[in-house]
């Protein structure tokens, strides 16, 4: 096939989700001599209440992810589908050790948000159909990926071909892109897997998180709206199939046992889903004109609720990079400046793969000298405000102002 039967873009991005979406959207707002042209590839079909990228889940967003989103345009969209965090409580079940952040502590209006992925999908589709230089091609199963000099050349499973300046991997932990582009990983199975729902309470949670250190595994309750809270608990790999199979009434005894009564009585849940926990990483996320951003360059456990948060920090810095390359008139998609942004980006993500890695294994292990040891120290956070500031930063989003102009 020649190359005039190529449709040239700027940018392709393969990922529909929340990722995707989002640097859709962001790299359309950027100044230049003309507007990006985008191509945004998703392979399932737009069904919000079905699609892997927008399910059943609640995510935190840090207080440095939001004013990203608000930097990049996008905060006013989500804003109204959010419900604030004031506190996190982190406890260890049967321990002493506990520790709490406040807002105020910060000066902040919230440590972060909640929002639920399917209101948060719902929002990006309708600025993604209001934006004219981005094309959505869904349902679009990517088929061959092939990177020469001039651009990376994409074809589609029904034949149709684009080449691109820069491609942006966002297809998740298991990413086409990065396969094809035979970019190693780095994989290490916790042995856990995390069930997710939606639970109601007795007690209104208020802005209240919980992060509570289980024999199992780490569980998180998250402020929605409406009093309800998004649950993410984590267990042994070979204890979730019992505990999905429960009734509710069996499944919220078991949670309650778990959980304690910080909230009062489990009154509900909501659909159960399972997810199995498998800590994947990109050796080196970049290739020819191509780079991984989100679950495609890591993969994280859920503890401390990094993921999206970390991701967004990958879509915040590469937007930087791609607006300064269009006012400085480089190829966007050059090894320059794609190499630029991973030097600003491998310390961050480094770390954060590295302190959720540690607080998972920390936190599920019964030895007693580390039980003795981090209750020690969960203690010792609660009374020391220097000693919660690497977590806090973490929490925050705020990572050596990473996020921030």
């Known amino acids: 096939m020649s190359q005039s039967d190529l449709n040239h873009v700027d940018v392709a991005i393969v990922g529909g989700g929340m990722s995707g979406a989002v640097l859709a959207l962001s790299l359309a707002a950027l100044p230049g001599p003309k507007p990006l042209q985008i191509l945004l590839l998703e392979a399932s079909a737009p069904e919000l209440n079905a699609h892997p990228g927008f399910d059943a889940r609640a995510i935190a967003l840090s207080a440095g992810t939001c004013e990203a989103l608000a930097r990049h345009g996008l905060w006013s969209r989500f804003a109204p589908h959010c419900s604030p965090i004031s506190q996190i409580h982190v406890s260890d079940q049967g321990h002493f050790g506990q520790a709490g952040l406040t807002a105020a502590e910060y000066g902040l209006p919230a440590l972060g948000q909640v929002i639920e992925l399917s209101a948060a999908g719902i929002a990006l589709q309708q600025a993604i159909a209001a934006c004219p230089q981005i094309r959505m091609l869904c349902p679009a199963q990517l088929e061959r990926v092939e990177p020469l000099a001039e651009g990376v050349n994409l074809t589609l499973a029904g034949g149709e071909r684009y080449q691109t300046r820069l491609l942006v991997a966002a297809d998740g932990g298991n990413s086409f892109v990065r396969q094809q582009c035979k970019l190693a990983v780095s994989r290490h199975d916790y042995g856990q897997s995390a069930i997710i729902a939606t639970v109601k309470t007795a007690e209104d949670p208020a802005g209240r998180a919980f992060e509570r250190f289980t024999q199992g595994g780490p569980l998180a309750l998250l402020p929605m709206q409406d009093g309800l809270s998004s649950l993410v608990w984590s267990v042994a790999r070979d204890e979730a199939p019992a505990l999905m199979a429960l009734d509710d009434a069996a ?41 991984l951003v989100g679950n495609a360059a890591h993969l994280l456990h859920p503890i401390a609720g990094q993921g999206f948060n970390l991701g967004m920090r990958d879509l915040d810095l590469l ?53 003795a040891g981090r209750n020690l120290a969960l203690s010792l956070m609660g009374r020391l405000s220097c000693l919660k500031a690497p977590l806090a930063s973490r929490t925050l989003g705020f990572v050596a102002d990473v996020c921030r102009p």
């Open 251 to 291: 499944f919220l005894a078991r949670l309650q046992q778990a959980f304690g009564w910080r909230l009062g009585r489990f009154l509900q849940t909501g659909q159960r889903h399972v997810y199995p926990l498998v800590l994947t990483v990109a050796d080196y996320p970049l290739a020819q004109r191509t780079v």
């Open 319 to 371: 937007t930087r990079a791609v607006g300064r390359a269009l006012t400085t008139g480089e190829d966007i998609g050059s090894f320059e400046v794609l190499s630029g942004y991973w030097q600003q980006r491998k310390g961050d993500q480094a770390q954060t793969v590295w302190l959720t890695s540690s607080l998972a294994q920390l936190f599920s292990n019964d030895h007693d000298p580390l039980v």
